[in-house]
C-alpha cells in the first residue's frame, strides 16, 4: 500500500508570494493533518481536515488556509510569504476511528521543504 | 495547554548499548502518547503508542516504552542499540478524543558510535 505523498518535496519561493502544498493520502485514510517543521520552533500542527471539513486548527495565523477534497487529498495554501515560512511541512493521514470506538495514530508523509528567498 | 518535554537535546550512545530517551508531558488527562523517529531529509516513522491499557507498550525495531501516570513519563527504550537507529526521535502528545493535533516534543538526536 502506497505511503501518504507530497509535492512538491522542494520550493523555492521569495516574500509576498504564495505557494500551495499538496498531500494525498494512504488509501482509506479520511483524515489530513499538516506541521510545520523549523529549527526554531520545532514541529507545530497547522489543521487538519476531515471529510472536507477543517476539524482542528493550530495557532497559526490567516494567511495559513487548507482544504480537502472528495478523494480525500489535501491542500495547504501559504499567502504572502514571509522568511520565517521557511520550514518542512509534513503531511500525515490516519484512518478513522473504528467502530469500537478506538483512534488510530498518524502517517506521515515526507514533507515538502519550502524556502522562501 | 498541553506539552511535552523532552530534557536531553542529544544522546550519543555505543552500538550495543541500552538506551533510554526521557520524555515529561503535561495535560489534564491521561492523553495519548506517540514516540516518533525521523531519519534526515525524511518524515517521521511512528515507533509505538499508548492509547490505554498496558503500560508497557512494544513498537518497532525493538523500542519499548512504559507509561508512567505519577511521573507524567512515556520514556523510549532500546536494549541494544544499531547504528542504524542513530536519528532524531520525538515525543508527541494528542488529546484524549483525537489522535491528532499532536503536540510535539523538541526532539532528541541520537548519535551512535561504533
Known amino acids: 500500500k502506497a505511503g501518504v505523498t507530497q509535492t512538491p518535496r522542494y520550493l523555492i519561493k521569495t516574500r509576498g508570494q504564495q505557494v500551495t502544498l499538496s498531500c494525498s493520502p494512504i488509501?482509506?485514510?479520511?483524515?489530513v493533518s499538516w506541521y510545520q517543521q523549523t529549527p526554531g520552533q520545532g514541529l507545530q500542527f497547522l489543521f487538519e481536515?476531515?471529510?472536507?471539513?477543517?476539524?482542528n486548527k493550530g495557532n497559526f495565523p490567516g494567511r495559513f488556509s487548507g482544504r480537502q477534497f472528495s478523494n480525500s487529498r489535501s491542500e495547504m495554501n501559504v499567502s504572502t510569504l514571509e522568511l520565517g515560512d521557511s520550514a518542512l511541512y509534513l503531511c500525515?493521514?490516519?484512518?478513522?476511528?473504528?467502530?469500537?470506538?478506538?483512534?488510530?495514530?498518524?502517517?506521515f508523509g515526507p514533507g515538502t521543504r519550502l524556502t522562501v528567498l | 495547554a498541553q506539552s511535552v518535554t523532552q530534557p536531553d537535546i542529544h544522546i550519543t550512545v555505543s552500538e550495543g548499548a541500552s538506551l533510554e530517551l526521557r520524555c515529561n508531558y503535561s495535560y489534564g488527562a491521561t492523553p495519548y502518547l506517540f514516540w516518533y523517529v525521523q531519519s534526515p531529509g525524511q518524515g517521521l516513522q511512528l515507533l509505538l503508542k499508548y492509547f490505554s491499557g498496558d503500560t508497557l507498550v512494544q513498537g518497532i525495531k525493538g523500542f519499548e516504552a512504559e507509561f508512567k501516570r505519577s511521573q507524567s513519563s512515556f520514556n523510549l527504550r532500546k536494549p541494544s542499540v544499531h547504528w542504524s537507529d542513530a536519528a532524531e526521535y520525538f515525543c508527541?502528545?494528542?488529546?484524549?478524543?483525537?489522535?491528532?493535533?499532536?503536540?510535539f516534543g523538541t526532539g532528541t538526536r541520537l548519535q551512535v558510535t561504533l
Open positions: 488509501s482509506g485514510h479520511r483524515s
Open positions: 508527541a502528545v494528542a488529546p484524549t478524543g483525537t489522535a491528532s493535533k499532536l503536540t
Open positions: 500525515a493521514s490516519s484512518l478513522p476511528r473504528t467502530s469500537g470506538g478506538s483512534y488510530n495514530e498518524q502517517f
Open positions: 481536515y476531515f471529510s472536507e471539513t477543517q476539524r
